[in-house]
């Protein structure tokens, strides 16, 4: 079974803030893995990507990825109010060129 | 184009009838990918497109819906005989290749068909 675990939340972080959203998946062969944030009422963007175990960064966010533990992390350093979405974890899956979404994390960035 | 586009960008259809609904990948993108997004859900996956390869349909939820697409063009959606739990926002994504995507690229989506069935 191909899943994608995320919390549904709502996560509320104060302004300044880091925001830290986490997905779990199943698929040991899996090899990327994607964040993308979707604005209320807007199609999914994409923000990061990471493919190797440990941090990449990019600006105010960081992607973790740890596929021992089967887990994949965005921190969101400095929290702003604009931040505040929708954050949906992604990856295909392996064998499948079809990407798999979580069904995101709601983040809201209180001022 | 510079992004996916995808048309209409809403639609309302009365119970019974038939819709088509339009997606005009990035140019040069192999790979083609249909979602429905319903109210406060997650993405489920419809039916994926890449090159001239036959469509993987796995994720058509019955046999009234269908989509085509010639060559790495144009796909449309077909739904016929809709009902109401068809309401929902289409999406359409394309990437640059479904065989490589630790190239980074990830999956670009369009702005959705909002299809209300009533």
Same mark, same amino acid.
């Given at each position: 079974?191909?899943?994608?675990?995320?919390?549904?939340?709502?996560?509320?972080? /104060?302004?300044?803030?880091?925001?830290? @959203?986490? +997905?779990?998946?199943?698929?040991?062969?899996?090899?990327?893995?994607?964040?993308?944030?979707?604005?209320?009422?807007?199609? /999914?963007? @994409?923000?990061?990507?990471?493919?190797?175990?440990?941090?990449?960064?990019?600006?105010?966010?960081?992607?973790?990825?740890?596929?021992?533990?089967?887990?994949?992390?965005? @921190?969101?350093?400095?929290?702003? /109010?604009?931040?505040?979405?929708?954050?949906? +974890?992604?990856? /295909?899956?392996?064998?499948?060129?079809?990407?798999?979404?979580?069904?995101?994390?709601?983040?809201?960035?209180?001022? | 184009?510079?992004?996916?586009?995808?048309?209409?960008?809403?639609?309302?259809? %009365?119970?019974?009838?038939?819709?088509? &609904?339009?997606?005009?990948?990035?140019?040069?993108?192999?790979?083609?990918?249909?979602?429905?997004?319903? &109210?406060?859900?997650? &993405? %489920?996956?419809?039916?994926?497109?890449?090159?001239?390869?036959?469509?993987?349909?796995?994720?058509?939820?019955?046999?009234?819906?269908?989509? %085509?697409?010639?060559? %790495?063009?144009?796909?449309?959606?077909?739904?016929?005989?809709?009902?109401?739990?068809?309401?929902?926002?289409?999406?359409?994504?394309?990437?640059?290749?479904?065989?490589?995507?630790?190239?980074?690229?990830?999956?670009?989506?369009?702005?959705?068909?909002? &299809?209300?069935?009533?």
């Amino acid at each position: 079974q191909k899943e994608v675990e995320q919390n549904s939340g709502p996560l509320s972080v /104060p302004e300044g803030a880091i925001a830290s @959203l986490n +997905c779990t998946y199943s698929d040991r062969g899996s090899q990327s893995f994607f964040w993308y944030r979707q604005y209320s009422g807007k199609s /999914p963007e @994409l923000i990061m990507f990471i493919y190797s175990n440990g941090d990449k960064e990019d600006g105010r966010f960081t992607a973790q990825l740890n596929k021992a533990s089967q887990y994949v992390s965005l @921190l969101i350093r400095d929290s702003q /109010p604009s931040d505040s979405a929708t954050y949906l +974890c992604a990856y /295909p899956s392996g064998g499948s060129y079809i990407p798999t979404f979580g069904r995101g994390t709601s983040l809201i960035v209180h001022p | 184009g510079a992004g996916v586009s995808q048309s209409p960008s809403n639609k309302v259809t %009365e119970k019974g009838k038939d819709v088509e &609904l339009r997606c005009d990948p990035i140019s040069g993108h192999t790979a083609l990918y249909w979602y429905r997004q319903r &109210l406060g859900q997650g &993405l %489920e996956f419809l039916i994926y497109f890449q090159g001239n390869s036959a469509p993987d349909k796995s994720g058509l939820p019955s046999d009234r819906f269908s989509a %085509e697409r010639t060559g %790495e063009s144009v796909s449309t959606l077909t739904i016929q005989r809709t009902q109401q739990e068809d309401s929902a926002v289409y999406l359409c994504a394309s990437s640059s290749t479904g065989i490589e995507p630790i190239s980074g690229y990830g999956y670009t989506f369009g702005s959705g068909t909002r &299809l209300t069935v009533v």
